[in-house]
């Protein structure tokens, strides 16, 4: 008997905690926004001190990815686009990353802080760890992309892609990229395709 009120007061707690642990990950974890989604968008960041404004004027014949400072609206150019993007805040707000899909066979990752929009390339940041990568980074097809902050540091990054031809023909590279210098391979995957 005193087993079972345990189990029920345990279940009664964890329900009525619910709403609060899933509202804290859901700020832990800043959603990953695929562009564009129309002429015009906002994505302010999780403290709400910035703002990302992408603009796609003229059926996105421009692509343009702004960052705001909301209390004064002074607006930067983060840069202009040729094609779709992902972005996402930090959950701290002080960074944000665009995967820029510049191309059918290319895509890369930066990493911007939101004050100075000053620019971390993170391809360069995974080779200076891993120089090999090289090799998957100048492949035929080669995709870069962030999938989501681990922590305000924090970066999942994976990289896929295939060549035509030579091997390996289709790869796949997980890292956990941390800003401040670390980088850590979490898997390696390569395949080769039947000819």
């Given at each position: 008997m005193r087993g079972n009120v345990s189990v029920v007061l345990t279940l009664i707690?964890?329900?009525?905690?619910?709403?609060?642990?899933?509202?804290?990950?859901?700020?832990?974890?800043?959603?990953?926004?695929?562009?564009?989604?129309?002429?015009?968008?906002?994505?302010?960041?999780?403290?709400?001190?910035?703002?990302?404004?992408?603009?796609?004027?003229?059926?996105?014949?421009?692509?343009?990815?702004?960052?705001?400072?909301?209390?004064?609206h002074a607006r930067k150019l983060v840069k202009e686009y040729g094609r779709s993007l992902d972005i996402s805040w930090a959950p701290d707000s002080h960074l944000f990353f665009v995967n820029d899909n510049s191309g059918s066979t290319d895509a890369r990752c930066y990493v911007y802080e939101a004050a100075s929009l000053e620019e971390t390339d993170v391809a360069k940041v995974v080779l200076a760890r891993y120089p090999d990568a090289g090799q998957f980074l100048s492949s035929g097809h080669s995709y870069l992309r962030a999938k989501r902050w681990l922590n305000s540091h924090e970066l999942l990054v994976v990289l896929t892609g295939h060549n035509e031809g030579s091997p390996p023909n289709a790869f796949t590279l997980r890292y956990r990229i941390d800003l401040r210098g670390k980088v850590r391979k979490l898997s390696q995957h390569a395949e080769e395709r039947p000819k």
């Open positions: 707690f964890l329900l009525s905690a619910w709403p609060l642990l899933a509202a804290s990950q859901d700020k832990a974890t800043p959603q990953v926004v695929s562009l564009p989604k129309g002429e015009a968008s906002r994505f302010p960041s999780p403290n709400g001190k910035w703002a990302l404004i992408f603009q796609c004027p003229n059926d996105c014949s421009e692509r343009k990815l702004w960052v705001e400072e909301t209390s004064s």
